[in-house]
């Protein structure tokens, strides 16, 4: 059983009081200074740059905990069995493992998210915006100065149909704030003809998918564009690194629509490395169900993330029941 | 002018990545190019290019007129190249069974109502929406994704498409 607390510590471990709040969940404490996030745990202490763990944190909050394992780095990150999450110290490090030094705790889903969404708005400068490409946005050091919750508390995308139907989530345009991209002024912007007859233009639908990721604010942030049924398009912007390695429970799938990026592949429970993806415009490739991965765009590049859906494959998995790769030949 | 250039793919021009194995089996990665793939394939070919269990990604060379398809669930169609219109019609009697998953091909032109008809070109995504009957027209050679179920017509041919060492 679990507790989680948001707490204001009058008394930070750190010993100096740089305006951040201290945040507690079971038995892990959270604290920030100028440059580093400190984890405390039973097993000891651990520390992250404060720019890779906000970056890190932003996803999983953001994506709900996504899919399977989110490595913040080498040593901390998230599982999630949807309704509640694990957070654990060294669960996918074999030393730590080896040392007896991993430690895990299982919370519910809505106490970890308020734990997380409280740090990630209290810890975020004003003028840092974890969502951004590194060259897009100030920086996140120093004592506590502001906030950005603008950014910090976007929603994610997700359409129930398609992107621009009537009744689903919306077009990025100029006059919703959304401009084209630095990286993606060539991409054209012309909308595809569309002539429904009277009765069907909730069905007869196109849109411009590319002029809406060059439009994207964001980067490594998935969100869902077309849905056929448990099969969700969930198409992203990249540039420069993914701020996690991603351990899916389930196979899924990228499509590079444009540009280039380098994928580090490792075993999704050793970490040790297995190979190296490199994907060009049309390239399509699987990510196989027991690795974990992360992402280099040297340019902001378009991603179609391929996911399904279907709840009941985690457990397939994991029973060994579905091979972690998706084609034999 | 932007000082950053953008690299799409076409049928013309690719660049395939690839997978560079430390220690694994390079099969597991199902690589392949989709443009490389509608390069070789015959026009309205349903090449599976991705695949989750029931769910595919098929890369199809669009060229001239497809036959008339129908599901009983939407998918969708995401132009990569060319420019590619796709005509709709609202069948009289529904086509494919509820039961029946992935595209269908229907015998002729199916009578009923028009419903419209869109333009896509590259980058631009239609809704292939349930229940309707859709034809491909593409004078010239073009590339779509289709997002949609495996059935009948879908192709599987890993070992030619995808790389293996």
Redesign the interface.
Request: proline residues 6%.
């Given at each position: 059983m679990s507790t989680a607390s948001i707490s204001n510590l009058e008394a930070p471990a750190l010993g100096r009081d740089l305006g951040y709040k201290a945040f507690t969940i079971g038995k892990f404490r959270f604290e920030r200074d100028e440059y580093f996030a400190h984890i405390l745990y039973p097993m000891g202490r651990h520390l992250m740059p404060i720019d890779a763990f906000l970056r890190a944190l932003m996803r999983d909050v953001a994506w709900g905990f996504f899919y399977g394992t989110v490595n913040f780095d080498p040593v901390l990150g998230t599982v999630n069995h949807y309704g509640t999450v694990d957070l654990f110290m060294g669960l996918c490090n074999p030393a730590y493992r080896q040392a007896n030094r991993a430690y895990i705790e299982n919370f519910p889903t809505k106490d970890i998210k308020a734990v997380f969404e409280g740090m990630l708005d209290d810890w975020t400068n004003e003028g840092f915006d974890p969502f951004a490409a590194p060259d897009e946005t100030g920086k996140p050091y120093g004592p506590k100065r502001g906030n950005n919750r603008k950014a910090v508390q976007r929603q994610r995308v997700v359409a129930k149909?398609?992107?621009g139907?009537p009744g689903d989530t919306g077009y990025r345009t100029d006059a919703n704030g959304y401009t084209v991209n630095?990286?993606?002024?060539?991409?054209?912007q012309?909308?595809?003809?569309?002539?429904?007859?009277p009765g069907?233009e909730s069905?007869?639908?196109?849109?411009?998918?590319?002029?809406y990721l060059s439009r994207s604010d964001v980067t490594w942030n998935p969100s869902v564009?077309?849905?056929?049924?448990?099969?969700l398009?969930c198409p992203t912007t990249e540039e420069n690194i993914l701020p996690i390695f991603h351990g899916n429970d389930?196979?899924?799938?990228f499509?590079?629509?444009?540009?280039?990026i380098i994928w580090e592949?490792e075993d999704g429970s050793t970490g040790?490395?297995?190979?190296?993806?490199?994907?060009?415009?049309?390239?399509?490739?699987?990510?196989?169900a027991d690795i974990r991965h992360k992402g280099y765009s040297p340019?902001?590049s378009m991603l179609?993330v391929?996911?399904?859906n279907?709840n009941s494959?985690p457990e397939k998995y994991q029973r060994g029941e579905?091979k972690?790769?998706?084609?034999?030949? | 002018m932007s000082e950053y250039r953008t690299v799409f793919g076409s049928l013309n021009h690719y660049e395939k990545g690839g997978v560079e194995v430390i220690e694994d089996n390079p099969k597991h990665y199902v690589f392949s190019n989709l443009f490389e793939v509608a390069s070789k394939s015959k026009p309205y070919e349903k090449i599976c290019v991705g695949k989750n269990l029931k769910y595919v990604i098929e890369a199809v060379r669009a060229e001239g007129n497809s036959p008339w398809f129908s599901a009983s669930h939407d998918e969708a169609a995401l132009c990569m190249d060319g420019e590619v219109e796709v005509h709709f019609v609202k069948p009289e009697q529904q086509l494919v069974p509820d039961t029946k998953e992935g595209s269908v091909k229907i015998n002729g032109e199916p009578k009923g109502q028009k419903m419209g008809w869109v333009r896509v070109r590259r980058g631009h995504m239609a809704l292939l929406p349930k229940g309707s009957a859709y034809q491909f027209r593409s004078p010239k050679p073009g590339v779509l994704l289709i997002q949609t179920i495996q059935g009948d017509h879908t192709v599987e041919c890993w070992a030619d498409i995808c790389q293996t060492a």
């Amino acid at each position: 059983m679990s507790t989680a607390s948001i707490s204001n510590l009058e008394a930070p471990a750190l010993g100096r009081d740089l305006g951040y709040k201290a945040f507690t969940i079971g038995k892990f404490r959270f604290e920030r200074d100028e440059y580093f996030a400190h984890i405390l745990y039973p097993m000891g202490r651990h520390l992250m740059p404060i720019d890779a763990f906000l970056r890190a944190l932003m996803r999983d909050v953001a994506w709900g905990f996504f899919y399977g394992t989110v490595n913040f780095d080498p040593v901390l990150g998230t599982v999630n069995h949807y309704g509640t999450v694990d957070l654990f110290m060294g669960l996918c490090n074999p030393a730590y493992r080896q040392a007896n030094r991993a430690y895990i705790e299982n919370f519910p889903t809505k106490d970890i998210k308020a734990v997380f969404e409280g740090m990630l708005d209290d810890w975020t400068n004003e003028g840092f915006d974890p969502f951004a490409a590194p060259d897009e946005t100030g920086k996140p050091y120093g004592p506590k100065r502001g906030n950005n919750r603008k950014a910090v508390q976007r929603q994610r995308v997700v359409a129930k149909r398609m992107v621009g139907l009537p009744g689903d989530t919306g077009y990025r345009t100029d006059a919703n704030g959304y401009t084209v991209n630095r990286h993606f002024l060539d991409v054209p912007q012309d909308q595809p003809e569309v002539h429904a007859e009277p009765g069907f233009e909730s069905e007869v639908h196109a849109f411009n998918l590319f002029g809406y990721l060059s439009r994207s604010d964001v980067t490594w942030n998935p969100s869902v564009c077309s849905v056929v049924k448990d099969s969700l398009m969930c198409p992203t912007t990249e540039e420069n690194i993914l701020p996690i390695f991603h351990g899916n429970d389930r196979v899924e799938w990228f499509i590079q629509a444009c540009d280039e990026i380098i994928w580090e592949i490792e075993d999704g429970s050793t970490g040790k490395p297995r190979a190296k993806v490199i994907m060009k415009a049309g390239d399509v490739a699987a990510m196989p169900a027991d690795i974990r991965h992360k992402g280099y765009s040297p340019k902001r590049s378009m991603l179609l993330v391929w996911e399904n859906n279907d709840n009941s494959l985690p457990e397939k998995y994991q029973r060994g029941e579905l091979k972690p790769y998706p084609a034999e030949f | 002018m932007s000082e950053y250039r953008t690299v799409f793919g076409s049928l013309n021009h690719y660049e395939k990545g690839g997978v560079e194995v430390i220690e694994d089996n390079p099969k597991h990665y199902v690589f392949s190019n989709l443009f490389e793939v509608a390069s070789k394939s015959k026009p309205y070919e349903k090449i599976c290019v991705g695949k989750n269990l029931k769910y595919v990604i098929e890369a199809v060379r669009a060229e001239g007129n497809s036959p008339w398809f129908s599901a009983s669930h939407d998918e969708a169609a995401l132009c990569m190249d060319g420019e590619v219109e796709v005509h709709f019609v609202k069948p009289e009697q529904q086509l494919v069974p509820d039961t029946k998953e992935g595209s269908v091909k229907i015998n002729g032109e199916p009578k009923g109502q028009k419903m419209g008809w869109v333009r896509v070109r590259r980058g631009h995504m239609a809704l292939l929406p349930k229940g309707s009957a859709y034809q491909f027209r593409s004078p010239k050679p073009g590339v779509l994704l289709i997002q949609t179920i495996q059935g009948d017509h879908t192709v599987e041919c890993w070992a030619d498409i995808c790389q293996t060492a």
